[in-house]
């Protein structure tokens, strides 16, 4: 339920939003890398609590995980995995680098005008 | 009509800021800092305090403790002469940068070789927030199930050391620590696995010395 803290965040900058853009804003677009474990069903319950009688009430927040990613050290290739299996998916090395997680970010607001 | 804004702005840019404070505050001290997580009740405090007693002489470890509620844990820890301090989180499932950056103020950081940072129980939500720590240090404790690794990947793929605590009560549950060390392995090929027992010691002094080494690489 980490959530709660990222709902905040979201709600915070989302307020800065409508100060500088005209209209409600009904969807916010969020990408995170994998290790940020962000539920969107317990995202938007968290942002809805909070949001609850602001002008973000019942905005919409969706997330978009991107995948990890490494960089084989035996054949050189960037490749993209999955948790449960981190090999290389051009010769299946387990060798390799990985260039972090992606970070978690407001991308876009959609704002709902006249 | 709706109208799209890009955006592009970073969240919990605050808690990455105090990760890195905290992490230059361990750099320039030359400290070794740990981040330890697992489920309520996987034996952290016990293997703490066996720890700090066990190494006495050898290396001086201060404590920080995160639970949701009480300083009971910090209090097991003050009661081996170590300093510890309590963070309260009130709910919060997870302890942030800022709470360990406050904290670290507070301890005396100077004359500590090691930081321990004792996280609220929970294999989840810890796992997304770095606190600037040199190293995550996973706990399994044996009643808990072998299934662990590959039910929560997140931790044992980023942990450098699991843990696998309650060994003395292996004749009692059902574990198998090949399994779990297999599939720990798996996500995970450098982790470093030692099982032990907080209770008993079995095991503790591979912990020991990985922990001594760990403290005397980042002292340079």
């Known amino acids: 339920m980490h959530e709660a803290a990222i709902a905040e965040e979201l709600l915070k900058v989302v307020l800065e939003q409508t100060r500088i853009n005209e209209g409600k804003p009904v969807v916010g677009k969020v990408s995170c890398g994998y290790f940020y474990s962000v539920n969107e069903d317990v995202l938007g319950f968290a942002f809805d609590a909070i949001s609850a009688g602001t002008v973000c009430e019942g905005m919409k927040m969706v997330v978009e995980h991107k995948p990890l990613r490494g960089h084989c050290k035996s054949c050189g290739i960037d490749f993209e995995f999955d948790i449960t299996n981190p090999v290389c998916g051009g010769c299946g090395s387990g060798e390799f680098e990985m260039p972090g997680d992606e970070p978690l970010v407001l991308e876009e607001i959609e704002f709902e005008t006249e | ?220």
């Not at chain 2, 005396?108 to 995550?136: H, M, Q, R, T, Y």
């Not at chain 2, 209770?199 to 912990?207: D, F, R, T």
């Open chain 2, 1 to 220: 009509m709706n109208k799209k804004v890009t955006v592009g702005q970073q969240i919990l840019s605050l808690n990455e800021k105090y990760a890195l404070e905290n992490k230059q505050i361990f750099a320039e001290g030359g400290k070794l800092c740990l981040n330890m997580i697992s489920s309520p009740g996987s034996g952290k405090t016990s293997i703490l305090t066996r720890t700090i007693i066990d190494l006495r002489g050898k290396l001086t470890i201060g404590v920080i403790e995160g639970d949701v509620q009480t300083d009971l844990d910090a209090e097991r820890i003050r009661a081996t002469q170590a300093a510890a301090i309590q963070i309260e989180t009130n709910g919060a499932c997870h302890l942030s940068a800022a709470q360990v950056n406050n904290a670290l103020y507070k301890l005396p950081v100077s004359e500590l070789d090691l930081v321990v940072i004792e996280n609220v129980g929970n294999l989840v939500c810890p796992s997304a927030f770095e606190l600037g720590e040199n190293a995550k240090v996973v706990v399994l404790s044996v009643a808990e199930g072998d299934d662990k690794p590959i039910k929560y990947p997140s931790i044992f793929s980023k942990a450098k050391v699991m843990l696998i605590n309650k060994i003395d009560l292996l004749h009692a549950v059902d574990f198998d620590i090949e399994r779990a060390s297999k599939d720990a392995l798996k996500l995970n090929k450098g982790i470093k696995i030692f099982p032990v027992s907080a209770k008993s010691g079995e095991g503790m002094g591979n912990w020991y010395d990985w922990l001594c080494e760990s403290v005397k690489s980042v002292k340079g």
